[in-house]
């Protein structure tokens, strides 16, 4: 006999998204929800990263409206002296199992399906079992996976390897034990740059292969008000400066964003 479930909402994926959604339902609404994962916990990729994975942002930024995500300390000392707290990754797994505790199971309309696969047409089965459920669907599914996260240690790569070269994913790289003569870095985005200032794994210019980075990782810390403490007189986050903006537009280097933009190089879109 197949079990049934009755729900207003179904929920695919119980990552970033989704959790923030079904938040939301729960606090202001009296929907009933059902969250469909093939995590064993809720987090999403979060539950995949590598081990020294951290946000990038400040912690309080991050994560659903109902409950704060970390609070708001600064680090003294390192990198980071001054900066609002960055949450890690394990942090983070830890928060989202705690708001599906405490917040959306403790709500009592909230059912949640672990290790579990959509198949569609109100059906659900388990990884582990195979059992399936089948779910009443009220109102509308909600896909929280379409802009879902990948890395390196959940798929195949995509490119090949020549003979010799060791290539292994991020998550694997804490496990390293003869460090390699020099590293070649497959991409430019953030886990490069973490690797770069706070690893040490490609700083050295003569043991790093050169790549393009984004665009973004181009800005200073400092300058980045977004990670700066509030004044003691105004909690409230501070928004950029747009004079900042544009001179960040106009640099040839990092350096060079601190220099003044003479105005004649601006370019203003009126409306």
Known sequence: ???????DYVIIGCGAAGMAFTDTLVRHSNATVAIIDRHHRPGGHWNDAYPFVQLHLPSHYYGVDSQPLGDKSLYHGGLNDGLLHMASGAEIVAYYDGVMERVLLASGRVTYLPMSNWEGEANVASLLTGERRCITLRKRVIDATFA??????THK???????????????????????PECYC??????????????????????????GLRRDGDLLRRDRARIMRPCRDQDRRPRRDDPSDARQILIAKDAQNQDEPAPRERLIERRP
């Open 1 to 7: 006999m197949v079990a049934r479930i009755e729900a």
């Open 148 to 153: 879902a996260t990948q890395v390196p240690s």
């Open 157 to 179: 790569r995509s490119f090949r390897v020549g003979h010799g070269v060791a290539c292994i994913a991020i998550n694997d790289l804490p496990r390293v034990e003869r460090p």
């Open 185 to 210: 870095v497959v991409g430019s985005g953030k886990t490069q740059c973490l690797l770069d200032s706070v690893h040490g794994v490609v700083d050295d210019q003569d043991r790093r292969d050169p």
